[in-house]
């Protein structure tokens, strides 16, 4: 699974049997040889959902650079029947496949004789399982009815057909499907013939793609609803109008209405930055029964979790919202990851942070009520947490094996990218980014690129040299939040800003603090009659600024509109201040001020009364975003600090002062005609005071609408809208936990009974809240049915974890039932197998167990050893704060 120095591959041979070839070359655990390259590809499939295997036919040219008796490729799971080889003369004969290495998807064609470099075509007949673990070419039900469809991302085409599994391969690909008569089927590029097959089957024809990475080779059989889109007109980039269809289950077609009337704006608002029309001449919203992911990029037929695209028109609104986002994300792929695709692994970032970043720009455009200036930040800030892990990845991380390829797909790759290229485009203005992004996308449409293409487009159009390139890199190529402390100092009649900067680590850690970046520090500063804004490149240990024309005494906040990649740290005089001007900051800074706050706590400069003092003005705020951004140092002060009624009851009242008068406002059901931001707010709040504080008043409110939902309507089927959209699950929540197996029983029952998706949510929500030990492990062994769908497990097994002795039930549990586990969900999921057994540990003892326990299974899911490595410090670091702080400064 890792890449080994040359001196051990002998020994992987002695446990492989494989290490080497005919031609003496060593398997290649990671990257393919350089001399055999794909040029095209002709797939064929025959597919029956109802079936459990599919058959294949597989056509690759390869461009073969030197003489060579085999090929390496990739290929997992097939049962490859024939390998023909058919040379540049014409001439045919016999080849043999080999799984080289199984478990990592690695084969190798043996020719049988040594081949000159040439143009070859190898052509593989095979048959191979309907993946069940949402990988390769997969099988999903809804309704009883079966569907066929496929995921490829990052590495799971080799569960599909035979290939050469990898981005930087970029070809033309001809797709054949032959396929039951009742059944649909869909695809990359749209559909140019179908013709009879045999009695009950066709076959369809669907046109040549551009060329693309296998990963991005899309396609689905099923009773399928296709319905139409309005056209997406044609404008200054796109001379033809542009077809839009929406894809999903039997009978949910017309749910796609809401999603389809909102592509339109997305599409032209990203032809009109990137200046370059969308290429790839249709486009299909396919919603998928079951899903790993939350969506995926694939041109011409993106896929999507269910829920983001089935909307109603009293769909909760964070559906709404999350729908709008995530499309403007896996459409601002079709340039930035499908057009211009990353080389290798190591920049996935150039696929992911980008579509992270544009998605932002196209929904503050559309819908700027939607605030994804405050997303960025917010996501940033997550990102952060993660960044501060001496474990963390870096953005450009080296690939060592499958592992890292699973693992890449995190908050640092989507989040943290996001934030360094916002953070790079203000420095350098948005206009001249934009004219650098614009020179990147045609400099290597359909083609690929790394991170120096970007960085150097960048520095081109901004006429800046290595300086800047270095400062971007720095943020690249090196983990970690840069930590900027300031002091203010009056000198010579002049305001100076003293700078200083490290690596943010938190209480506990036992990592390095001395890093330097190349950091664009902006900082916001009183003047008489308002405030200024200063910039400086801090590129070394320690800088300063003049404060030019700073009212004396002055105020500081050190990241301005909260722009930059970075926390920062003060005096706490200096915070004092900051806190003073709270009113006078711009949300986006609220929003830095909480974070320097948690960070502040987390390093062990303030207490818990300090912090909650420091973040209470927040929540009056009229900003959802904002008045929310305090739960999170609070959340982790209510399950990890505070232990005694005294302490508790103290932070309740904190609760309660703070937020209950405006959930009492904001009433308990939808109003018409009200904001988003609303709804948001009242299910955060009804969710965090009815189910993490238990606010009795809160909870009755919650009841009454759970218990109204529970109560049967004629037909036998529970009452779902009995409650407001938003607030079903915590109703559900607060019901199941109120009268207990009655309730557990029936949502139980129900679930297999329902395909709503938004509903499935709301009842796994309501599971997922009950406390009492023996209907939590019952709920437990339900989630390994076949009720529950794969991507839904999660939303069970993470719940319930909040004490140490709810994290010892979860944990002996999933001890018992880890190779149930493992078998569902697969290697796809393999990085975060120890975070769903062991997360949110905060003891040393918790760190050894799981250390214990996967040390000598880490081989058996790909990633699981930096999602090891990343739940034991989250939990030393835990145990080290609470170590640090003192529960009794919460009575203050």
Same mark, same amino acid.
């Given at each position: 699974m890792r890449l080994l120095r040359p001196l051990l591959f002998t020994a992987l041979a002695a446990s492989c049997g494989v290490a080497f070839a005919a031609g003496g070359d060593a398997v290649p655990h990671g990257l393919l040889p350089t001399w055999a390259v794909p040029q095209s590809y002709r797939l064929a499939f025959k597919v029956d959902p109802h079936q459990k295997d599919f058959s294949g036919h597989t056509v690759i040219k390869v461009k073969l650079t030197q003489a060579s008796d085999h090929v390496w490729l990739h290929g997992a799971d097939l049962t490859v029947t024939k390998v023909r080889l058919t040379d540049a003369a014409g001439k045919t004969t016999m080849a043999k496949y080999v799984a080289a290495v199984p478990h990592e998807g690695v084969a190798r064609v043996d020719f049988g004789h040594t081949v000159k470099p040439q143009e070859i075509t190898l052509a593989f007949d095979y048959t191979a399982p309907l993946n069940l673990q949402l990988q390769g070419l997969y099988k999903v039900s809804h309704e009883g009815e079966p569907y066929a469809m496929t995921q490829m991302e990052p590495i799971s085409a080799r569960y599909a057909f035979p290939g050469f599994d990898q981005p930087d391969y970029k070809t033309p690909f001809d797709l054949t499907l032959t396929i039951p008569d009742s059944e649909k089927a869909v695809a990359n590029t749209g559909e140019v013939s179908e013709k009879p097959a045999g009695k009950g089957w066709k076959t369809i024809t669907f046109a040549k793609t551009r060329p693309l990475p296998t990963y991005l080779v899309a396609f689905g059989v099923g009773p399928w609803d296709i319905v139409a889109g309005p056209d997406i007109s044609p404008d200054a980039y796109r001379s033809e109008p542009l077809k839009l269809r929406g894809v999903a289950a039997k009978g949910e077609g017309h749910r796609m209405q809401h999603v389809l009337s909102e592509t339109p704006s997305i599409i032209h608002t990203l032809e009109n930055y990137y200046g370059f029309g969308y290429p790839f001449g249709k486009l299909d919203l396919l919603a998928a029964p079951d899903f790993a992911a939350g969506a995926m990029e694939n041109p011409g037929l993106v896929t999507f979790r269910d829920w983001l695209l089935l909307l109603d028109p009293d769909s909760p609104a964070r559906y709404v919202r999350g729908s709008f986002n995530v499309t403007a994300h896996e459409l601002a792929h079709q340039w930035t990851g499908d057009t211009v695709t990353t080389k290798w692994w190591n920049d996935i970032w150039l696929n992911e942070a980008f579509a992270t970043w544009m998605q932002q720009k196209v929904t503050m455009a559309v819908h700027p009520e939607y605030r994804a200036d405050l997303d960025r930040i917010r996501g940033a800030q997550g990102a952060m947490n993660n960044d501060s892990l001496v474990s963390a990845r870096k953005i450009r991380q080296p690939i060592t094996g499958n592992g890292d390829i699973m693992t890449a797909f995190d908050g640092i790759t989507y989040q943290k990218g996001a934030a360094v290229l916002g953070m790079f485009e203000h420095y350098v203005t948005p206009a001249v980014f934009q004219k650098g992004m614009r020179a990147y996308i045609q400099d290597h449409k359909f083609g690929n690129a790394t991170a120096d293409d970007l960085v150097d487009s960048i520095a081109h159009a901004a006429d800046k040299g290595e300086a800047f390139k270095e400062a971007f890199k720095s943020f690249l190529n090196q983990s970690g939040v840069p930590y900027v402390q300031t002091k203010l100092e009056q000198k010579d009649g002049q305001t100076i800003l003293q700078l200083s900067q490290s690596r943010y680590l938190p209480v506990g850690s036992t990592g390095d603090s001395q890093r330097v970046w190349g950091v664009p520090v902006c900082v916001r500063y009183g003047v008489p009659g308002g405030s200024k804004v200063s910039c400086e490149m801090l590129d070394k240990a320690e800088g300063s600024m003049v404060l030019a024309g700073a009212s004396n005494p002055t105020w500081v906040m050190p990241n301005a509109d909260a722009q930059g990649y970075y926390r920062f740290g003060m005096t706490r005089a200096g915070l004092a201040a900051l806190g003073q001007q709270i009113g006078s900051l711009a949300d986006t800074e609220q929003l830095a001020y909480a974070d320097a706050v948690g960070a502040?706590? +987390?390093?062990?400069?303030?207490?818990?009364?300090?912090?909650?003092?420091?973040?209470?003005?927040?929540?009056?705020?009229?900003?959802?975003?904002?008045?929310?951004?305090?739960?999170?140092?609070?959340?982790?002060?209510?399950?990890?600090?505070?232990?005694?009624?005294?302490?508790?009851?103290?932070?309740?009242?904190?609760?309660?002062?703070?937020?209950?008068? +405006?959930?009492?406002?904001?009433?308990?059901? +939808?109003?018409?005609?009200?904001?988003?931001?609303?709804?948001?707010?009242?299910?955060?709040?009804?969710?965090?005071?009815?189910?993490?504080?238990?606010?009795?008043?809160?909870?009755?409110?919650?009841?009454?609408?759970?218990?109204?939902?529970?109560?049967?309507?004629?037909?036998?089927?529970?009452?779902?809208?009995?409650?407001?959209?938003?607030?079903?699950?915590a109703a559900l929540g607060v019901a199941a936990q109120e009268h207990g197996k009655p309730v557990v029983d029936a949502l139980i029952d129900t679930l297999p009974k329902t395909s709503d998706p938004a509903t499935r949510n709301a009842i796994l929500a309501g599971l997922a809240s009950v406390e009492d030990p023996a209907l939590v492990e019952r709920i437990r062994d339900f989630a390994l049915s076949k009720a529950v769908k794969v991507g839904e497990m999660a939303a069970l097994l993470r719940s319930d974890r909040d004490t140490a002795a709810q994290r010892d039930a979860m944990w002996t549990w999933s001890v018992a039932h880890y190779d149930q586990i493992l078998a569902r969900t697969g290697s796809f999921a393999g990085g975060r197998l120890p975070s769903l057994m062991g997360g949110g540990g905060c003891s040393q003892a918790e760190a050894e167990r799981l250390q214990a326990f996967f040390k000598d299974r880490l081989d058996q899911a790909p990633g699981a050893a930096r999602g090891l490595a990343q739940t034991s410090e989250s939990t030393l670091l835990c145990a080290a704060l609470k170590q640090k702080q003192d529960a009794s400064a919460i009575m203050r």
């Open positions: 502040s706590f +987390r390093h062990g400069d303030i207490d818990a009364a300090d912090a909650l003092a420091a973040l209470k003005p927040l929540a009056a705020s009229k900003t959802d975003d904002v008045a929310t951004a305090p739960l999170n140092t609070f959340g982790w002060i209510w399950r990890n600090l505070a232990s005694t009624e005294a302490e508790r009851a103290k932070l309740v009242a904190w609760a309660k002062d703070a937020y209950l008068p +405006r959930l009492q406002a904001l009433g308990y059901h +939808r109003k018409p005609g009200e904001a988003d931001g609303d709804s948001l707010m009242r299910s955060t709040l009804a969710d965090f005071l009815g189910m993490d504080v238990k606010l009795p008043a809160v909870r009755a409110e919650l009841l009454k609408q759970g218990d109204a939902v529970m109560r049967r309507k004629p037909d036998g089927s529970l009452d779902y809208a009995a409650a407001d959209p938003d607030l079903l699950g």
